[in-house]
């Protein structure tokens, strides 16, 4: 195995090319080509914590598809269960029932060492807390390297450089992590989770530590590597302006998904682009659908409601009033 003194050695100074050095995400060192068709499925997916004689549901029957190369958000109140889904889907945790897999390997049932292999090749994670993503007696450089070094892997110098030259740090690569600022340490954090090509990059909170100005920079970071690389990206946080960054905003509530934000750009008449978002309830495969606490209160619905189906929408009344005789308008 290679040294951390090894490691630590500088660097001989040239520019690496990047589009030489870093494989596309779909060439990930495990060798397997990546199955066609959602690169992330959690279908039904149950999270159920014991403590002492209490049961606590993090997650109940949460469903959702990611689609390779996408890069979407999940937004929630504290408590809703976004770090449980990403440390089922990082594979540090295995779910209660349902399924969920990633890049075709089922986490639910994997074994010890495709485990390994699944966190050290497949996905890669970045934390809230900086400290947690790097070693402090670190440079730059050798945190990158570190993964690379535990998979076996060539060239390794090379990729690091090219990794930090892709998240805007090819200056800092010898720098300590007490030496850089939160935002660069989150850098260098990307830069890390990418250094053995992993098909998914997942983030839980990763701008939690940072003011907004240097949040708005890491989700602009994500998204460069989104673009450059192909990487899926799922960034969890509670942080609303995620969502200016990201096609895809997905909302979860007690432990499901409850609705989703498309942002789409339109160039209008004038040439003029415009960003439009629109807000869709999600609806799972049961039928279930969740509707805004705000809508609930506003015309106190609760515990079961009247369904019109009309020709092309469905209505839902307050059961105690009548809607006017549904289906002949
Ligand atoms: P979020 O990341 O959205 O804040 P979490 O996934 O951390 O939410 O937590 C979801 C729920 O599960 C919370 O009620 C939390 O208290 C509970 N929970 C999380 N981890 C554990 C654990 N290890 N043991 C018991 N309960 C837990
Ligand atoms: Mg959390």
Not at 73 to 82: F, L, Q, T
Request: net charge negative; hydrophobic share 40%; aromatic share 2%.
């Amino acid at each position: 195995m290679t040294s951390i003194r090894q490691l630590e050695e500088p660097g001989e100074g040239r520019a690496p090319v990047i589009e030489e050095i870093l494989t596309p995400a779909s060439h990930t060192s495990a060798g397997r080509p990546r199955p066609s068709g959602p690169v992330i499925v959690c279908d039904n997916l149950v999270r159920i914590y014991k403590v002492a004689d209490l049961e606590v549901v993090a997650l109940q029957g949460l469903d959702l598809i990611v689609e390779p190369g996408e890069m979407i958000a999940i937004v929630g109140a504290s408590g809703s269960g976004k770090s449980t889904l990403l440390n089922i889907l990082g594979g540090l945790d295995t779910p209660t029932a349902g399924r969920a897999t990633v890049s075709g390997y089922d986490l639910g049932r994997m074994g010890r060492r495709s485990r390994t292999r699944y966190r050290r090749e497949v996905v890669g994670v970045i934390w809230q807390q900086t400290g947690q993503n790097l070693l402090p007696y670190l440079s730059a450089a050798a945190n990158v390297e570190l993964p690379m070094a535990l998979a076996g892997r060539g060239s390794r110098r090379e990729r690091a450089n090219a990794l930090l030259q892709l998240v805007g740090l090819a200056d800092r690569a010898s720098h300590r992590p007490e030496t850089l600022s939160g935002g660069e340490q989150q850098r260098v954090a990307i830069a890390v989770a990418l250094a053995n090509g992993p098909a998914v990059l997942l983030a839980d909170e990763p701008t939690g530590e940072l003011d907004s100005a240097t949040s708005g920079e890491i989700f602009e970071v994500l998204r460069h590597v989104n673009t450059e690389l192909g990487t899926t990206i799922v960034i969890v946080t509670h942080d609303p302006l995620v969502s200016e960054h990201v096609e895809r905003t997905v909302a979860i509530r007690d432990g499901r998904t409850s609705s989703v934000v498309l942002r789409r750009t339109e160039q209008a008449h004038d040439g003029e682009h415009r960003i439009i978002a629109e807000e869709f309830a999600v609806l799972d495969r049961a039928g279930r659908l969740q509707l805004p606490r705000a809508h609930l209160e506003t015309l106190g619905l609760a515990d079961r409601v009247r369904l019109v189906l009309e020709d092309d929408h469905v209505e839902i009344w307050p059961a105690g009033s009548r809607p006017a005789d549904g289906g002949d308008r």
